[in-house]
């Protein structure tokens, strides 16, 4: 039985070690946490950072494939894996493009695929230079190593402008033209080793403080809106390489244009309702693609779903309250990750409801998030 070795042991590697179980595979992680979310569930887990050589190299060695469940997987020692003979999916060059998020940018703009205008910077005095075109508002961004709006600060003037540099101190930045947008959107889109290829149906994501906080299932926008979705997530396909489920977010923008934001060379949290609701969840999908599987059908089984995140929003030890009463709705299902500790705004759980129609599973979805506290 196939071997996976997963680089990070969050909740998305967990879920993955979910389905390889399911489907009879063992599963080697590496995480710096000890009991991480997937070491809890997987064969073994390598206690080591992310970007950590020589644990990366062992668990090389120790698997059929290797994939990543987060974007500071260390790129450059996943390319020497793969140049002697590991199998590595997405491509470690394709992990190198996203990881930067300036690089990403230009790679899709040299592709041909709209994006926000974009510009690097170093200083104030860049900054000032960039807002002349630009106007305010504008986000200041982080290159490396941002995720969960982390890396973001938004500058509405320019007092933001010192705040903002501030926050992101010390780190590689650029400037994005703030996007308007009326919605935001996200497509998961899946290659598998043999080269097929599968769409999800367009989600619609709602951010509160640069943090995605629910997903609403199909997208309520017009079928045109999400059919463009659709073909803008195949067309940034046929520039990624590597096999492996991408989860690709947009704007919609008030003008009725669609956009890419940024994409994840992962599965993503705008997935995480397939669980429960698609024919073939996209966590099962991601093993399929990087072990050479046949790929399962992305189509819903149910009309509508709904999912919220349940973020920390305390520091100390996690306690999970309040089970029984979000249990009792019908459609409700809680996943809880696991995380030994809780803090302001982490990812410790989320809820998925799924209903007749959209506005039923928001409502379930608003009152069992309530029920539970953490
Ligand atoms: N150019 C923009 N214009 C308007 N809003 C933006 C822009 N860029 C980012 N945002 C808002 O901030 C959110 C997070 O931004 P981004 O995706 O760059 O950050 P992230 O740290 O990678 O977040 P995540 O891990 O949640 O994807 C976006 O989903 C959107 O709501
Ligand atoms: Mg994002």
């Known amino acids: 039985m196939k071997k996976i070795g997963i680089v990070g042991g969050g909740q998305l590697g967990k879920m993955i070690t979910q389905e390889a179980k399911k489907m009879g595979m063992s599963v080697y992680v590496i995480d710096p946490t000890e009991k991480s979310p997937a070491g809890q569930i997987a064969d073994y887990q390598i206690v080591a950072d992310y970007k950590d050589e020589k644990a990366i190299k062992k668990l090389g060695s120790m698997v059929d494939v290797l994939t990543f469940e987060i974007e500071l997987a260390n790129s450059k020692v996943l390319e020497d894996l793969q140049k002697k003979g590991v199998s590595v999916h997405p491509s470690p060059k394709t992990l190198d493009i996203i990881k930067d998020k300036l690089k990403q940018k230009q790679f899709l703009r040299k592709a041909g695929i709209p994006v926000a205008d974009f510009v690097q910077v170093e200083s104030e005095k860049d900054i000032l230079n960039v807002v002349k075109k630009f106007k305010y508002p504008v986000l200041l961004k982080a290159r490396f190593d941002a995720y969960d709006g982390r ?151 149910v009309p509508a779903s709904v999912m919220i995140n349940i973020l920390g929003n305390r520091q100390g030890e996690a306690k999970v ?54």
């Open 151 to 301: 890396g973001n600060a938004v500058i509405y003037n320019q007092r933001d402008i010192k705040k903002g540099l501030t926050k992101l101190k010390g780190r590689k930045l650029y400037i994005e033209k703030f996007v308007p947008f009326k919605k935001e959107l996200a497509v998961m889109v899946v290659r598998s080793t043999k080269g097929e290829i599968a769409v999800y149906p367009v989600v619609e994501t709602i951010h509160r403080d640069n943090i995605c906080h629910i997903v609403k299932v199909p997208a309520p926008v017009p079928s045109e809106v999400s059919k463009k979705a659709q073909r803008l997530a195949q067309k940034t396909m046929k520039y990624l390489r590597g096999a492996g489920v991408f989860g690709i977010e947009m704007f919609y923008s008030q003008k009725g244009e669609v956009f890419i934001n940024e994409i994840a060379p992962r599965v993503h949290n705008s997935g995480h309702y397939s669980i429960e609701a698609s024919i073939t969840s996209q966590f099962e999908q991601h093993l399929r693609a990087i072990t050479g599987l046949p790929l399962g059908s992305t189509k819903l089984k």
């Open 321 to 374: 309250n309040g089970l029984e009463k979000a249990l009792k709705i019908e459609g409700v299902s809680v996943h809880i990750y696991g995380k030994k500790e809780t803090r302001p705004e982490r990812k410790m759980g989320h809820i998925t409801v799924i209903d007749e129609t959209i506005d039923k599973a928001y409502k379930k979805a608003i009152a069992a998030r309530r029920y539970i506290s953490i």
